[in-house]
Each structure stands twice: as structure tokens, then as C-alpha cells.
């Protein structure tokens, strides 16, 4: 069993940057694929990034490439999405979830977080 747990989100402007975290309790950490994910208001839940295990192989979604970097730190429990040049369409609840595989498919991760939020104004 692997809990996890988002943190990091808020308010912030058009053009800034904000970087989650998601720290991993459980189950060794390192052995699993990180992935993030988001839900905007009325929307489906969204595929944003992933990484690999080893953090050697990561993975984005054509809306966030060049500006959302997804990195680990497997001695700290961690990952992070840094998210820099946000934009009012990134507001959204954003979920990091634990799976076998870096995939863009929700079916891939067993584990999920609470969600936080990320609100970009224009």
C-alpha cells in the first residue's frame, strides 16, 4: 500500500510558475512510476506528465511540454511537477498517482492522491 500526498498548489498569475510535490508513504517508492494527472471544473481527469522508476525517462502531454518538468528524488519520497509560463487553462486539481509503468493512461497507476489545486489568473 503507498499513500500519497499533494502539495504545493495555489494562486498564482499568468506567466508564473508554481512546483508541486507528492511525497510517497509506504511501499518502496523507488520502485514505481510516478505520474501526473489533472481535472479541471467539468472536465475529464487529464494526463499531464510521467516518470519512469529510475526518473531516466519522462514523459508530458502535448499542452504542457517545454513548460511542466517532472523530476524525482527516490532518497526524499518524492516528485515534483515544476510548472513554469502557467496559463489559465492549467487551473485545474492536479493528482500525482504511483503505477507500474510511466503511461498516460489512468488504468496504468494503482495509487492516487487527494488532489491540489492550481488556479492561474488571467
Known amino acids: 500500500q503507498v499513500q500519497l500526498v499533494e502539495s504545493g498548489g495555489g494562486l498564482v498569475q499568468a506567466g508564473g510558475s508554481l512546483r508541486l510535490s507528492c511525497v510517497a508513504f509506504?511501499?518502496?517508492?523507488?520502485?514505481?512510476?510516478m505520474g501526473w494527472f489533472r481535472q479541471a471544473p467539468e472536465k475529464e481527469r487529464e494526463f499531464v506528465g510521467a516518470?519512469?522508476?529510475?526518473?531516466?525517462?519522462?514523459y508530458y502531454a502535448d499542452s504542457v511540454k517545454g513548460r511542466f518538468t517532472i523530476s524525482r528524488d527516490n532518497a526524499k519520497n518524492t516528485v515534483y511537477l515544476q510548472m513554469d509560463s502557467l496559463k489559465p487553462e492549467d487551473t485545474a486539481v492536479y493528482y500525482c498517482?504511483?503505477?507500474?509503468?510511466?503511461?498516460?493512461?489512468?488504468?496504468?497507476?494503482?495509487?492516487w492522491g487527494q488532489g491540489t489545486q492550481v488556479t492561474v489568473s488571467s
Open positions: 498517482s504511483a503505477g507500474g509503468g510511466a503511461h498516460p493512461l489512468e488504468s496504468a497507476y494503482d495509487y
Open positions: 509506504g511501499r518502496a517508492f523507488s520502485s514505481y512510476a
Open positions: 516518470i519512469s522508476w529510475s526518473g531516466g525517462s519522462t
